[in-house]
């Protein structure tokens, strides 16, 4: 016997396990991280549970492991091997009957060599976007299409040695899994090294909160002995105590170790006396035993990766038929070698421990040797590999590496880094181009011919690996170097297309200036070269869009046009979707979103042709904007909505693309008043912690939000956080402003609000955007108003205001909130000049209102109840603040609903009784009227004389607006409605004991 037959032990560990098990058969995925030394008996608990699951649960079992493969590593290596396990047991039919929708399509590619039929899957050389995600969502999908018939249990194995691919994968999977039926099971080596890629993901906080970790000990004596009498030729005695004491002492508990003890006989037998002290020394001793030709099929077993076709081995042990057999049946006896659980036609060595054992103890030269034979023969016959795509290429380039014959790695490690690229493994292709650029390409004498590309060539292939794999500084630093290289030989239609790609990388970090200026090359040079392609066309968009971006709307849609043209005359339909986007962004913000809408259907449509996961998010973001400017706030909604649907099913919840989706949702719900969905949208969204700079966006709208809702802490946080970031549009710009200018409002600093306006305006002074200013005047002749009422220039202030907002409206687009903020504008101003009108109010008010934004319908009717009741018109007034207090009640606006409840009108809420016997005040007026130096002055006089208005300017040489203004705010501090009224509390409360009463004028 090789291996314990019985189970032992591990009964709280699997107990565990079922528990997840049986959860996640309940609608609750988990993951689970087994950690353990090597060796401690992870397989085999895995091996274990899962033969339990299959029986107990009729769970589906899709087990892979990672491959130690040095340096080149074979992406997805342990998914892929699970899906050929699952093909291989249930034919790809069958797969395609349970998996439905297009899930099996975007993987079948990872398995193309071996259900020979998905090598249509793959698209052309360049990854379509988001290729990464696109494989994670694929798996999310398929674990929930194969959870409807049963749980299923996903198994990978040595994470230890995972590629990048496979460790965002399970990021990916442990964040995502929700109510899939899924449990999904990684193991792994304990002894991770500081800095080890698997070391580090299991230290995110983020990472760890989504997982259950569960840490395999090594056994117990008594399960020890357990365990060995297993092993020993007659397992009805029990084991003897003293052998099972020394074994756990030699072993400290580790299975492998034992199991190792005690087949070589090493306790029991002659040399009982000598002990090894490591697994490794003792598997040297276990390889010393084998025949000289044994011990040459392991060291071939070794140097492969763990698989080993026997064809390869074969080839590459050059021993004659009959010595190689009885070398290979050797291996097997001593349980050294065991066939291929998938492929019956390869072995793999029975354990890793002893495979690097013996590829340790091979000297440097023969290493090199026998990598060269491997790879030597992998060329002869391709069929030789481990897989034979991507993951072939990868293995070949490790060999040639090995063997360091530096050309043939070159060679080969650029065939590897095209074919992962096309496997959308782009960390490995990233790292496959970095070891042709950083390692090899000095150490090849002609290195161009080896590689069959320029340098240049590989540094922009290079440059787009690290760009899908999310390294974009390397991105740019790699195109530079490209640039750099192309500039000497002046091929200006090769640069042009450089600067297109840096354009669009800058673009991707949100240096929107240097993408502009990248683009800005791109198009000059291109001009220049004919005939004009598909580059020129992306970077006729790229820099229409960052002119959006900086506000130039017309430069942007002229711009745009003639890429729509020039990508319609070269048959370039994603350049062409990509370029109506454009135009129709653009001209949805000059206001023409009627022409816009069209063009963005068709850009979604194109995008979905182009299967452009990136360009149709954008294209349904920007339609969302269009239609949201068009006031079909509804259809806003429901079109982020389905983009983030989108997003979601392709994986990208915490993409930017997918943020600025559900920014766009929450801006339109929030104008509509539908507060709890703006709510729930957002806190889920933000749930996820995304960072600053891919949400900005969305959490200034998220501060806006908290204004009006009166958590001013959590807006000042936001504000503070998306504060330093560079964006430069004035849609967000102007927003930034306007926020804090709201706040200010609130709280009533309507000096640091105008500071704020003004700041603002400076901000996108240089911009196209009038919607944007307009909203930043209505706020600023809201303050200046506010001003007025505590001083004497807020009518002043407001003036270059009004005629600024006028002239911008006049000029402005058809924008249908444009006329609307202009009227708010004007009330206003009125208000700022003491001339506050209830009838202004109550038109803005009933055209928000139309407009579907009930929220800023409430504002207005909250101006308006004050104004009706300055005028006296207490009816009137109630009947505002009662529209006004509705809707702040219902929405959660907690500033506004106060500031309705401070009006001096008693219960806004309650109708006024019918009677005519009038409303008693309830407000109590503080001893202290709160009122400024000038409004004591001025009620002196109402209180002495009884002067009107007009008199008492001319006394105090001020306007009478401003005295208006004033005598306003003396009623409104008084809780007052008549200037008889207001004399009356003077006296009541002992204001002016030096005068004594004279009738009052009327009003
Ligand atoms: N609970 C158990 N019952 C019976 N045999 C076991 C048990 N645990 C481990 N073994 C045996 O011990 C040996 C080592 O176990 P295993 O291969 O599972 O270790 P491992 O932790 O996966 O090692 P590695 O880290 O190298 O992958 C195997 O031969 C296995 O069959
Ligand atoms: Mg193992």
Redo the contacts with the bound molecule.
């Keep these: 016997m090789t291996?314990?037959e019985?189970?032992?032990?591990?009964d709280h560990e699997l107990q565990r396990l079922k528990v997840l098990l049986d959860q996640a058969a309940g609608g609750r995925a988990a993951t689970v991280v087994l950690g353990?030394e090597?060796?401690?008996?992870?397989?085999?608990?895995v091996a274990q549970f899962m033969a339990r699951a299959e029986k107990d649960h009729q769970a589906h079992v899709l087990r892979g492991a990672c491959i130690e493969l040095g340096g080149g590593l074979i992406p997805y290596a342990p998914l892929v091997e699970s899906l050929r396990l699952l093909v291989r047991d249930r034919g790809e039919k069958q797969i395609r009957a349970e998996v439905t929708d297009s899930a099996w399509d975007d993987l079948a590619h990872l398995v193309s060599d071996f259900t020979g039929t998905a090598a249509a899957a793959v698209p052309g050389a360049v990854p379509s976007g988001s290729g990464q995600l696109r494989v994670f969502g694929a798996v999310l999908r398929m674990l929930e299409h194969l959870g409807r018939s049963a749980p299923v249990v996903l198994v990978f194995e040595?994470m230890h040695w995972a590629d990048q691919s496979t460790l965002d994968l399970v990021s990916f999977l442990a964040r995502r899994l929700s109510s899939e039926r899924a449990l999904l099971v990684c193991s792994h080596?304990a002894e991770l090294l500081p800095g080890h890629a698997l070391r580090v993901l299991l230290a995110e906080p983020e990472f760890h909160r989504h997982v259950h970790p569960v840490a395999l000990r090594t056994f117990s004596e008594d399960e020890l002995a357990d365990?060995i009498g297993?092993l020993l030729p007659d397992t009805s005695a029990p084991p003897d105590r003293d052998l099972a004491r020394r074994c756990h002492e030699l072993s400290g508990g580790n299975?492998?170790f034992a199991?190792q003890l005690v087949l070589s006989g090493t306790l029991t037998g002659p040399q009982a006396s000598r002990v090894p002290e490591s697994i490794n020394e003792l598997m040297l001793t276990r390889i010393a035993t084998l025949s000289e030709p044994a011990r040459r099929v392991m060291q071939v077993a070794a140097a492969a990766a763990r698989r080993l076709d026997d064809r390869l081995l074969e080839a590459v042990c050059g021993l004659p038929d009959d010595i190689l057999d009885n070398a290979l049946r050797d291996c097997r006896d001593q349980g050294m070698l065991v066939l291929d659980p998938i492929d019956q036609e390869a072995y793999t060595v029975q354990?890793?421990?002893l495979s690097e054992a013996v590829y340790q103890q091979m000297g440097i030269g023969e290493r090199r040797r026998l990598h060269t034979r491997m790879a030597e023969a992998m060329t002869a016959d391709g069929r030789l590999g481990l897989a034979h795509d991507g993951g072939a290429a990868v293995e070949l380039a490790h060999h040639w590496f090995r063997a360091d014959r530096r050309a043939e790695a070159l060679a080969t490690a650029v065939r590897a880094g095209e074919a992962t690229m096309r496997g959308r493994a782009f960390h490995e292709a990233e790292s496959q181009f970095g070891r042709v650029l950083d390692v090899l390409w000095g150490q090849v004498t002609d290195a161009e011919q080896s590689a069959g590309h320029s340098r240049e060539g590989l540094l922009s292939a290079s440059a787009e690996a690290s760009r899908w794999a999310g390294h974009l500084s390397r991105a740019v630093t790699r195109v530079q170097e490209a640039i750099d290289a192309v500039v000497l030989q002046g091929d200006s239609r090769r640069l042009g297309e450089l600067y297109e790609r840096l354009g669009s990388y800058h673009w991707e970090t949100g240096a929107t200036v240097e993408s502009q200026a990248a683009y800005t090359e791109a198009v000059r040079l291109l001009e220049e070269a004919a005939p004009r392609g598909a580059a020129h066309a992306r970077a006729l968009v790229g820099l229409a869009m960052a002119e959006i971006r900086a506000g130039s709307y017309h430069a942007a849609l002229g711009r745009a046009g003639r890429a729509v043209e020039l990508a319609e005359s070269i048959g370039d339909v994603g350049a062409e979707g990509r370029a109506l986007n454009a135009a129709g962004l653009a001209l949805a913000l000059l206001g023409r979103a009627e022409e816009g809408e069209p063009r963005l259907r068709r850009a979604v449509t194109l995008a979905d042709q182009a299967d452009h996961v990136e360009d149709l998010l954008r294209a349904y973001g920007n339609l969302a904007v269009a239609l949201e400017l068009a006031g079909d706030l509804a259809g806003s909604v429901e079109e982020a909505l389905t983009g983030l649907q989108r997003a979601q099913a392709f994986g990208l919840t915490d993409d930017r693309l997918a943020l600025v989706l559900a920014n766009n949702a929450g801006v339109s719900l929030m104008a509509l008043g539908r507060w709890d969905e703006v709510a729930e949208l957002l806190g889920r969204v933000m749930a996820s912690r995304p960072r600053v700079e891919q949400s900005a966006y969305l959490r200034l709208t998220l501060a806006e939000f908290s204004v009006a809702r009166g958590l001013d802490a959590d807006a000042e946080r936001l504000m503070g956080e998306v504060g330093d970031q560079r964006i430069a549009d004035p849609r967000f710009v102007a927003a930034l402003y306007a926020c804090e200018a709201d706040l200010h409002c609130w709280r009533q600093v309507p000096a640091r609000a105008l500071d704020a306006v003004h700041r603002g305006l400076a901000a996108v002074a240089d911009t196209e955007n009038v919607l944007v200013r307009l909203r930043l005047y209505s706020i600023g002749l809201r303050a200046a108003a506010d001003r007025a009422a505590l001083t004497s220039d807020g009518g002043a202030m407001g003036v270059d205001l009004i005629k600024a907002a006028r002239r911008q409206a006049a000029a402005g687009a058809e924008i249908d909130e444009i006329p609307i903020l202009l009227q708010l504008c004007q009330a206003e101003y009125c208000r700022a000049l003491g001339k506050d009108s209830g009838p202004r109010w109550a038109d803005v008010a009933k055209a928000w209102a139309q407009m579907g934004r009930p929220y800023q319908a409430a504002y207005a009717y909250w101006r308006e109840a004050a104004a009706r009741l300055a005028a006296g018109d207490r009816v009137a007034a109630t009947e505002a603040a009662t529209a006004a207090a509705e809707t702040a009640a219902r929405l959660g606006a907690k500033p506004l609903l106060s500031a309705v409840e401070d009006l001096a009108l008693g219960p806004v809420r309650e109708p006024d009784p019918p009677s005519a016997t009038p409303v008693p005040v309830a407000v109590a007026v503080p001893q202290d009227p709160g009122l400024t130096k000038r409004q004591l002055e001025i009620l002196r006089m109402l209180v002495s004389g009884g002067d009107t208005n007009r008199k008492i300017a001319r006394k105090l040489g001020i306007q009478e607006a401003t005295v208006a203004t004033h005598v306003h705010r003396i009623f409104l501090n008084l809780g007052v409605q008549s200037r008889a009224a207001a004399v009356s509390k003077a006296f009541a409360l002992g204001l002016f004991p030096d005068l004594t009463g004279s009738a009052p004028t009327g009003d």
């Excluded at 090597?38 to 608990?45: H, I, N």
């Design positions: 291996t314990a019985r189970f032992v032990g591990r353990g090597a060796g401690v008996g992870k397989s085999r608990l040595d080596r365990f297993e299975a492998y199991e354990h890793a421990l």
